[in-house]
């Protein structure tokens, strides 16, 4: 077992999205350690709809190939709508802002459509970590609750991932994809792909392990009432 190192105040400040990993596996006891963990997150009724896989070695390099491949070719399919059209006024804004940042931080012009080409594509090669987990969900109603389950989850995952001094990002783009990788990994059809999240050691030689994205002040999102 890897021993937490981090605080909680360090553990949720240092947390940020890794988009680069060295090739070094964790170990079974240290992914266990951090699934162990992720086991603790509060569901709706305590349902735990979290059904995750986690691929790693071959498993993991041959998904990679059948994503990119598909996806090169247009053929996305996700279980659940992502547009950037959908986003509005300050939502879309920050989106906007997120990626001007992330090319400004790793030196790509906005008009340098092959380099963020390449970029986008790096999410199906999980940003080279050597392990990903696909979080799937069973379908209950509109899907808001148990989608609010699975980001549950999800957090305490990357968390617990940074407490124990590796790192990870969550990756809508690894649900884009769905029925293809339900096929590879013998995921029956009843459970929809949410996201992903790539995982490992982070190469902090690399920008794109130290990116960090600024948050808006507390007051903006928060109203306190007496
Ligand atoms: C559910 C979810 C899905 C995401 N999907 C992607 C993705 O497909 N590719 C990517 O590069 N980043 C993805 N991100 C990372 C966000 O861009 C990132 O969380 C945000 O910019 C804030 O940065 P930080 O995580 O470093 O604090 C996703 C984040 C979340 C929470």
Redesign the pocket.
Known sequence: MSTPVLAFDETVRQR??V?AFLPTPLTDAQIQAVLQDAQYSPSNCNTQPWHVHIVSGETKTRLSQLMTDNDLAGKQKPDFTFSYDDFYGDYFDRSQE?ARLYYQALGVAREDKNSRRDHYVR?YHFFDAPHAAFLFMPSFGDNIRVASDM?MY?QSFLLSLTARGFAG??????GFHADLVREALGVPEEYRLL?GISFGYADTSKVAANV??PRIPVESSVVMHD
């Open positions: 940020s999205s988009r997120q999410n980001g999800g990002i969550p990756q809508t783009l690894l996201f960090r994205m």
